[in-house]
């Protein structure tokens, strides 16, 4: 019996189904219309969805649009970074916002819940700064992840914003909703000092490549009877020039820093995030005059990689913002990022740890000039979504994606079914 897309909505389906050939350089996407903003332009064909405008959310312009699904309410939340209620960055600023979503077809754009003003939702934390050197400039979120029906985000407190590119973090960590007080509180155990100044918790090497997060839960279908669900935490220092690192946790040890295990490229080592080793992006020497000495920094064997607090994390990786997720349609582990180029990649891979595919460019700079943060809709490959005629909407991935120029952010739509084959 044949599995086709169209017909193809359980998971069962789907596994059964996914054969992936031989992996092409590139994928067409194409812009499906803005989430957010109110006066965007310079993007020729890019529409405005008429069911969405963020006008009543004080949001002129913003970033990110990191997307999950609450386990409890069902609805996806959407995490903005720095936020602005005018024109060219002015009026009431706030370092991030939350909003929400049900829509479940997602061809003629993303419409957001009229929730009303977007306030800042992740409040900045002054006494986790170390002791009078520490500044902050700002807060984003860089992943989240409904786990047992708590919801989590990771986010790096900026220091600084230095050169296109490059920024300096103080730290990440998790911030975590409080059903009781309807309230995102820092969750202090969950902090990974980038410096040895970064915060009032100790640096332990390793952290400072794990300053920005993708989140992806293992499938709980996938997990044998009486065996540990993970939830996988993908990290990246701050910036857009290091590579990619792994980790996992057991999905009870969320805020359990000591539980956490690394890659490091044969086996899971616990506890000790300098044991985790690229896995995307990877760069034998850091750039510029001082790479030598930040490379030496940071190799776990001269000083247990502790000097890496110092001289900052390895460069060269050139592995930015990244979104991972589960796609049932592929049955497949799927990865997108913003290279050294600017362009948008995408990647695949049967387990996270696992080989991942070549890089397939989703997107370009140069028909995006200023790209950037490419966040995948969880819905997306899952059966959840459908088409204009109410058919399921399965092999499309939808996903995020930020404009620098226009500062804002627009759903993207790129067709998973090059990459699967129907077998019989």
């Known amino acids: 019996m044949s599995a086709t897309a169209s017909s193809t909505t359980s998971r069962t389906a789907t596994l059964a189904a996914a054969v992936v050939t031989s992996t092409p350089n590139s994928l067409p996407s194409a812009p499906v219309g803005w989430v957010t903003g109110q006066v965007n332009s310079g993007y020729p064909g890019i529409g405005w969805p008429q069911t969405n405008n963020t006008a009543g ?248 990689g502790y000097l890496g607090g110092l001289f900052g994390a390895k460069t060269g990786g050139n592995v930015s913002e990244m979104s991972v997720q589960y796609n049932d349609y592929l049955g497949k582990y799927v990865m997108m990022y913003a290279d050294g180029n600017n362009n948008i990649q995408l990647r695949y891979a049967d387990q996270p740890n696992g080989q991942w595919s070549a890089p397939i460019t989703v997107a370009t700079s140069a028909a995006y000039p200023g790209l950037y943060a490419p966040m995948i809709h969880p819905w997306s490959g899952t059966g959840k979504l459908v088409d204009d005629n109410g058919d399921p909407d399965v092999s499309t991935l939808y996903w995020n994606m930020s404009l620098w120029g226009n500062y804002n952010v627009v759903l993207m739509e790129t067709d998973l079914s090059p990459l699967k084959t129907t077998v019989v």
């Open 57 to 304: 959310f004080g949001i002129w312009g913003t970033d990110l649009g990191i997307m999950w699904e609450n386990g409890l309410t069902g609805k996806i939340q959407l995490a903005f970074g720095d936020t602005f209620s005018g024109p060219n960055m002015t009026g009431d600023w706030r370092s991030n916002v939350l909003l929400l979503s049900t829509d479940k077809n997602l061809s003629n754009g993303l419409s957001l819940l009229p929730t009303g003003y977007a306030y800042q939702f992740i409040p900045s934390a002054p006494g986790a700064l170390f002791p009078l050197l520490g500044s902050e400039v700002t807060v984003i979120p860089t992943s989240a992840v409904s786990v047992r029906d708590q919801q989590y985000v990771n986010y790096m407190s900026v220091r600084s914003w230095d050169t296109p590119g490059r920024w300096t973090t103080n730290y990440s960590a998790i911030s975590m909703y409080n059903q009781a007080t309807d309230k995102w509180v820092l969750v202090p155990s969950t902090i990974r000092s980038a410096s040895w100044f970064g915060s009032t918790t100790p640096y332990v090497p390793g952290n400072q490549n794990f300053q920005q997060a993708a989140y992806v839960l293992q499938p709980a279908d996938q997990v044998a009877e009486g065996d540990t669900q993970y939830l996988y935490a993908f990290g990246t220092p701050s910036g857009r020039a290091g590579s990619a690192y792994l980790s996992r946790v057991a999905v009870g040890d969320v805020t359990d820093l000591s539980k956490y295990q690394y890659w490091n490229g044969s086996d899971w080592v616990t506890g000790k995030p300098v044991a985790a080793v690229p896995i995307i992006g990877d760069s034998p020497n850091s750039a510029g005059i001082f790479g030598p000495i930040i490379d030496w920094a940071n190799d776990p064997n001269v000083l247990g």
